[in-house]
């Protein structure tokens, strides 16, 4: 039997700065030399265990794994896996590991990955567990940030929609309260807000100025980045709730008026209304590079975990 590895990523704060910043760094080297990398992975294999549904994060893995010369296995859609049959997320992963160098999973329970990499022989990756994190997509929001701003720190940020259920908004969070002089612009309506444990245990206990509020408008032109989401349909207990809150914020040329020439206009996606598609063309729009960023942040994580570089 292999040897029980210990290296995971189930929450962005398994990684220290350091970490995370020499991940950007090999990601950086990884989009001007990419030749040099193509046969990293060579002879390894990723699964990717998804219990709900992902078009870039399961794809953006597959396409990293494939880019480092490994290949790939797993399902998209638990229906066809044998937990309909009743197998539970445990005997699922003890099994897979024994098939693959690595698993990324997702899924609807909050605590999933960690339940899984307690049985796991591979390293586990969390590609978001119901609403609670989504640390690699932390990872490509940073590496688009310092890619588009040249920092991480000393950013006003303004984190809108969905901040109740949004995994993306805690996991950010979570990082950018680790670097200097940042300020979040916590933009919900009043039952979208925030989690009050994020609030407690990670803005407040770090000493992080924040400011809660209904209105995109009002701090518009103080933000450096401005972080829409969608809101968050599959969450919801109670459909007309979602029907009266899902277009609460639309992003359009209007509201942009008093906005920074430099703002850089994120978005994990998909997007449903929250950004006019007249907004893609504004040179501020970022949100496509993002989603491409995935792959090559994902393609360093995956040389970290398995020990490649
Ligand atoms: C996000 C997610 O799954 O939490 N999507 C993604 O991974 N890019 C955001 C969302 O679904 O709204």
């Not at 794994?65 to 490994?70: A, E, H, Q």
């Amino acid at each position: 039997m292999r040897e029980k590895k210990k290296k995971n990523l189930i929450d962005i704060k398994d990684l220290s700065v350091k970490e995370i910043d020499d991940l950007i760094k090999v990601a950086n080297d990884i989009i001007e030399h990419k030749e040099k990398y193509s046969h990293k992975c060579d002879g390894k294999i990723l699964a990717t265990l998804f219990f709900e549904p992902s078009t870039r994060t399961r794809l953006s893995f597959e396409s990293a794994m494939l880019r480092l010369g490994g290949k790939v296995l797993g399902f998209s859609d638990s229906a066809s896996s044998s937990t309909t049959k009743g197998e539970t997320l445990a005997d699922t992963v003890c099994v897979v590991s024994g098939y693959a160098d690595i698993i990324v999973m997702r899924h609807p329970k909050e605590g999933a990955p960690v339940v899984a990499s307690k049985r796991s022989l591979v390293p586990i990756i969390n590609a978001g567990d119901g609403g609670h994190n989504h640390p690699t997509q932390t990872l490509t929001d940073l590496l688009t940030i310092s890619r588009e701003k040249g920092r991480l720190d000393n950013l006003t940020i303004g984190l809108c929609g969905d901040l109740k259920f949004g995994r993306t908004i805690h996991s950010l969070i979570t990082a950018m309260s680790r670097y200097k002089n940042i300020k979040f612009i916590l933009i919900s309506p009043d039952e979208l807000k925030l989690p009050e444990y994020v609030i407690t245990e990670v803005l407040e206990k770090n000493h992080i100025e924040y400011i809660e509020t209904n209105s995109m408008e009002e701090y518009m032109n103080e933000l450096d980045v401005l972080y829409m989401t969608r809101v968050q349909k599959e969450r919801f207990l109670n459909e007309a709730e979602y029907v009266r809150l899902k277009d609460y914020y639309i992003l359009d040329k209007s509201k942009l008026e008093t906005a920074k020439e430099d703002l850089c206009i994120l978005h994990p996606l998909p997007r449903v209304n929250e950004i006019s598609t007249e907004i893609d063309d504004d040179k501020r729009a970022k949100y496509f590079e993002q989603a491409y960023n995935g792959v090559y942040i994902r393609m360093a994580l995956i040389l970290k975990l398995l020990e490649v570089l």
